[in-house]
């Protein structure tokens, strides 16, 4: 009687997030920057301060890429 099993798969220890990120388009990957810091940033997190310019940065950044794509501006 064979009780003994196959090994285990190697674990995958890759953070998932990474994984996912790299499969972003440019546009998705600049709201995600734009994301990543306001959800980070104490400043931008506070409604009543407002966005702080590292967040107008990205935020505008996010903008652009979005006109590209919605004017179907190939991004190389
Ligand atoms: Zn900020």
Redo the contacts with the bound molecule.
């Keep these: 009687m064979a009780d003994r099993r196959d090994p285990e798969p190697e674990p995958v220890t890759r953070p998932p997030v990474i994984a996912s990120v790299a499969k972003l388009s440019p546009l998705q990957q600049a709201y995600s920057r734009y994301v990543t810091?306001?959800n980070?940033?104490?400043?931008?997190?506070d409604v009543d301060r407002g966005?702080?310019?590292?967040?107008e940065r990205l935020w505008r950044a996010y903008r652009t890429h979005e006109e590209h794509a919605a004017r179907g501006i190939a991004e190389r």
């Design positions: 810091h306001a980070g940033c104490e400043h931008c997190r966005r702080c310019g590292e967040s």
